[in-house]
Structures are given as structure tokens and as C-alpha cells.
Nanobody, 119 residues
Framework: VQLQASGGGLVQTGGSLRLSCAAS????????MGWYRQAPGNKRTLVAL???????SYADSVKGRFTISRDNAKNAVFLQMNSLKPEDTAVYCC??????????????WGKGTLVTVSS
């Protein structure tokens, strides 16, 4: 099982980016999926979370600007980021609680994708 993220890049203040992350492999079930970010010198923090039923939660700093969604058929999660600010600059990682066809549920992490917002 692995997660593959994409969609990062360089954008100006006020711009938008859409991150995507898909799980692949021998998967029985995917529960919560989320996006985390880590800026240089800072610890990794939760950006947004979505349950398998579609319930969402966001960090206060991104509420109203970011939208998390998922496609359960494709085991994919997305993060639409609008009105980006320089303080959103970070490496963004996707996370998913996955139960493989053989084995117990555990957290899986995708490789980070860099988002840089220029002022």
C-alpha cells in the first residue's frame, strides 16, 4: 500500500492550487484521510481531515480558504487551496488510515509536495 501525492508548486499570493493524493495497493478499507503541512523550522500540523462518510474538519488558519474532498471509489483525497498566503508555504503530506487486505489498520503517509506562495 502506498500514497502518491501531486499538485504542489509555486503560486502568487491570492492564487489557488489543488493537491491530489491517491492510495494504491491491496486495500480493504480506507477510513480517515487528511492533509498535513510542515513549514521550515516548524513541526508538522494538521491542515484538514475528511472521514469516509465525508465529515470534514479544518485548521483555523485555513477555514474558508481550503476545501478537502475525497473520491472513495478511487481511494483519493484532494485539497483545494484558494486565497493562498505566504504563510501557507510548506511541504504538504497526505495521510490515510488504511486497512490492507491482509493486516491491521495503520497510518500511511505520502511523500510531501512543496507549496510555495510568493508575496
Amino acid at each position: 500500500v502506498q500514497l502518491q501525492a501531486s499538485g504542489g508548486g509555486l503560486v502568487q499570493t491570492g492564487g489557488s492550487l489543488r493537491l491530489s493524493c491517491a492510495a494504491s495497493g491491496s486495500i480493504r478499507r480506507v477510513d480517515n484521510m487528511g492533509w498535513y503541512r510542515q513549514a521550515p523550522g516548524n513541526k508538522r500540523t494538521l491542515v484538514a481531515l475528511i472521514s469516509s462518510g465525508g465529515s470534514t474538519s479544518y485548521a483555523d488558519s485555513v477555514k474558508g480558504r481550503f476545501t478537502i474532498s475525497r473520491d472513495n471509489a478511487k481511494n483519493a483525497v484532494f485539497l483545494q487551496m484558494n486565497s493562498l498566503k505566504p504563510e501557507d508555504t510548506a511541504v504538504y503530506c497526505c495521510n490515510a488510515e488504511i486497512t490492507p487486505r491482509s493486516g491491521l489498520q495503520k497510518d500511511y503517509w505520502g511523500k510531501g509536495t512543496l507549496v510555495t506562495v510568493s508575496s
